[in-house]
């Protein structure tokens, strides 16, 4: 029963995750960015960008330990 329940908390913040992912900004230009000034890579993050970065990591680590715990079998 809790396996289930724990189940459906892994896939929903698998999803949340990737939606969280997707709504970072890009960090660079890519190969185009070599030959650019790199004045743009020292700019102070703004604080929704922080907020952002701290419940991606939150996400991550609770669907990394909810992998562990339902793939060890723990709660059989």
């Known amino acids: 029963m809790i396996t289930s329940y724990l189940s459906w908390a892994w896939i929903g913040s ?3 995750l990737i939606l ?3 709504l970072h900004s890009p960090k660079g230009d890519g190969m185009g960015g070599i030959a650019a000034s ?3 890579m020292f700019t102070s993050a ?4 922080a ?3 701290r419940t991606t990591w939150a ?8 992998a562990v715990i339902l793939s060890a ?3 059989e």
Not at 46 to 49: F, K, M, N, W, Y
């Open 59 to 66: 996400f991550l680590a609770i669907f990394l330990s909810l």
């Open 38 to 40: 790199g004045s743009s």
């Open 20 to 22: 969280l992912v997707l």
């Open 46 to 49: 703004s604080s929704a960008e």
């Open 14 to 16: 698998g999803l949340i």
């Open 51 to 53: 907020t952002l970065k």
């Open 73 to 75: 079998g723990w709660l």
